[in-house]
């Protein structure tokens, strides 16, 4: 269960590094999104992975439990992550209609290069 986990991580992270080295905007948003949910991988996976048991101890039983406060990291962290993809789609939206162009670089664009 452990090494499945890390992959994911693993290729998550790497795709979203890969995205966010791309010269284009969409690219670059996906990527992001990508970091953010390997981000949420991981930290979900520091709670312990134990299956079927509760996010909550119990005094009564000696039952195994998972920690509920990666839970509510993770949680967190993914509504948050949404907000800031939509306000980062609206900024490369205005940027894009503004300029025509979406590409990423700090040149200016003579239109010479398709």
């Known amino acids: 269960m452990e ?39 991981f930290l979900f996976a520091t709670g312990r992975l134990a299956l079927n048991a509760p996010p909550v101890l119990n005094k009564y039983a000696d039952v195994p439990y998972t920690d509920p406060l990666p839970q509510a990291l993770v949680l967190t962290a993914i509504v948050i992550s949404f907000g800031m993809t939509a306000v980062v789609v609206m900024i490369a939206l205005s940027a894009y209609l503004s300029s025509q162009n979406d590409r990423i670089d700090m040149t200016e664009n003579t239109g010479d290069d398709v």
Do not use: E, H
Not at 5 to 12: H, T
Not at 13 to 31: D, H, K, M, N, W
């Open 3 to 41: 090494i499945l986990l890390a992959s994911a991580v693993g290729m998550l992270t790497a795709a979203g590094v890969y995205l966010l080295l791309r010269r284009r905007t969409f690219p670059v948003i996906v990527g992001i999104s990508l970091l953010s949910y390997a981000v949420n991988v």
